[in-house]
Nanobody, 121 residues
């Protein structure tokens, strides 16, 4: 099993920055693609950014040029650097990871518990 623990959320003023972290732990063979999703009040969960095990990244349009996703494979940790934050970025941010629990086994998807990001003056 894989446990994902996020940290780094909080309250920030518009134009400010935050850095989220998500560390994976447990018993597994490999952590593959990782990413960040968010869910604002009254809205569906949406993808924010993803990163493959080799470091290829993908961003959704609302965050392009402002957010940067990165990872440290040695620490099984993914990060989300968020700059130029706006009130529209307010949401619960969830970490996501795809993992193989054993060699040649199936891939499973895991979610963190979420961390609140509030952008307000």
């Amino acid at each position: 099993q894989v446990q994902l623990v996020e940290s780094g959320g909080g309250l920030v003023q518009p134009g400010g920055s935050l850095r989220l972290s998500c560390a994976a732990s447990g018993t597994f063979y490999s952590i593959n693609a990782m990413g960040w999703y968010r869910q604002a009040p009254g809205k569906e969960r949406e993808k924010v950014a993803t990163i493959t095990i080799r470091g290829s990244t993908n961003y959704e349009d609302p965050v392009k040029g402002r957010f940067t996703v990165s990872r440290d494979n040695a620490k099984n940790t993914v990060y989300l650097q968020m700059n130029s934050l706006t009130p529209e970025d307010t949401a619960v941010y969830y970490c996501n990871a795809n993992a193989n629990l054993r060699v040649l086994g199936p891939q499973y998807q895991y979610w963190g518990q979420g961390t609140q990001v509030t952008v307000s003056s």
